[in-house]
Antibody, heavy 122, light 112 residues
């Protein structure tokens, strides 16, 4: 069974940094692209970042480009999101989601974690 | 960035009715390989989103055939025939054709 478990969320002051993790199990992690998708409280979904299976292809939403860095450690079956210069508008539930098939762009988010909540506030 | 405009924002239905949701893109979503990377997701209350439709009209594994996706270019539609209680929630379209990739703002399907 595919499982994605996010962690690392919490309360952080504006301008500070935070690193999220997503531990994967139930599949060969190194074979699939991964994504971070967020949802502000009471709002819709926003795609944040994508990383291909071998980390060769990485894409970001304009709202986080230059501040967030997606990475992965295939030996540890773990996806990361390093977030810097955090703003109040980054407050959201952050989901990791697995692509359905191996490619160089996001595709078919068939598997999602339960999310980890990031709150940016002084 | 590609903007996906979903209408209506909310939709009140009676169980057994048909529901129709529109997703209009600011640019054509047909990729250079000939495929159109438009997907539909449903987020039920308190749950993570789930994939319903990929590449405009293909139902994902286990999705009932009452969910029908259609469209091309910039105009797309999700139809739900005979709405059932488990269909209630917020529906999102998503485009994976143009970087950066984007979701629509969502359409809330609720009971009348």
């Amino acid at each position: 069974e595919v499982q994605l478990v996010e962690s690392g969320g919490g309360l952080v002051q504006p301008g500070r940094s935070l690193k999220l993790s997503c531990v994967a199990s139930g599949f060969t992690f190194s074979n699939y692209g991964m994504n971070w998708i967020r949802q502000a409280p009471g709002k819709g979904l926003e795609w944040v970042a994508y990383i291909s299976s071998g980390s060769s292809y990485i894409y970001y939403a304009e709202t986080v480009k230059g501040r967030f860095t997606i990475s992965r450690d295939n030996a540890k079956n773990t996806l990361y999101l390093q977030m810097t210069s955090l703003r109040s508008e980054d407050t959201a539930l952050y989901y990791c989601a697995r692509d359905y098939y191996s490619s160089y762009t996001p595709n078919w988010f068939a598997y999602w974690g339960q999310g980890t909540l990031v709150t940016v506030s002084s | 960035d590609v903007v996906l405009t979903q209408t209506p924002v909310s939709l009140s239905v009676t169980l057994g009715d048909q529901a129709s949701i529109s997703c209009r893109s600011s640019q054509s979503l047909e990729y250079s390989d000939g495929y159109t990377y438009l997907e539909w997701y449903l987020q039920k209350p308190g749950q993570s989103p789930q994939l319903l439709i990929y590449e405009v009209s293909n139902r994902f594994s286990g999705v009932p055939d009452r969910f029908i996706g259609s469209g091309s270019g910039t105009d797309f539609t999700l139809k739900i025939s005979r709405v059932e209680p488990e269909d209630l929630g917020v529906y999102y379209c998503f485009q994976a054709t143009h970087d950066p990739y984007t979701f629509g703002a969502g359409t809330k399907l609720e009971l009348k």
